[in-house]
């Protein structure tokens, strides 16, 4: 199946791969997608987590199966179904689903973001629900379930104590990011390397209306010295935020920086289109801190 359907830039749209688990509708983000296989026999892995199938090499590429029912919970059979090739945060990874029914072309808009009773902070494994044909279709939080599997595959926290003693620094910093475990993360980090005044919102609407309440104010420089961004949030991407602050004629010398876990080659082609100042994928929590010391130190001389 060809998962390549172009989308233009900033349009706050994006395809969602539809498949099946024991009957239930899921979804995953056509970006993350590379390919699609029937399901090959795989070689076990020694000592590795339950929900790792073990590794397969379909090509040059080692990859990672991961058994999607087991690492969510759901009851298995004996079908063998398919594999998802996807990368992601720089990894290989192959889910065994039973079956791929097609990919949607959907708004952020209409993805319904779940609330509190599914999602518990740092708990959930889901990003989003659509309605569609009387079904919902429930989109997983792949980088979740990921590190759960292997906690050293999310964020380098580590990295920031390898930055040493910094000053500490007021400048204010808008952070657009839905998930509250990644949130807090990010700003647990960037407190640590010395950046205190955050504003933190769960999407991209939220940190534009918040850029444009500012705008209103006056003196934008003083008011926001950069904006950090996700790709993937409900109502508005960060791709769509980007495009709406580099196209704005008071916005568009305020630094933005992607931190997504879909940064490739790709979508790097697609940041920088739209004005992006930098991109990086999600572990680079370090490499994060010192691109913000940069631009900042620029945007300021």
Sequence with gaps: MDTKILLENGTNELEVLEFTLGGNHYGINVAKVREILTYEKVTPVPNSHPSIEGIFMPRDTMITV???????????????????????????????????????????????????????????????????????????????????????????????????ERERRNIPIVIAEDSPLLNRLITDSLKKAGYVNLIINNNGKEAWDKLCDMKRKGDIQQQVGCVITDIEMPVMDGHRLTKLVKGDSKLKDVPVVIFSSLVNDEMRRKGEQLGADAQLAKPEIGNLVREIDKLIMKSQK
């Design 66 to 164: 991961v058994n999607l029912k087991k690492s969510i919970g759901l009851p298995e059979n004996d079908e063998k179904g398919l594999l998802i090739i996807t990368n992601f945060n720089k990894l290989h990874i192959a889910f065994r689903v039973d079956a791929v029914l097609g990919i949607h072309r959907v708004s952020w808009e209409e993805i319904i973001k779940p609330d509190a009773t599914i999602n518990t902070a740092g708990a959930g494994v889901s990003t989003g629900i659509i309605k569609m044909d009387n079904k919902l279709i429930i989109i997983l939080d792949f980088e979740k379930i990921v590190t759960d599997i292997s906690p050293e595959t999310g964020l380098k926290v580590s990295e920031i104590e390898e930055l040493g």
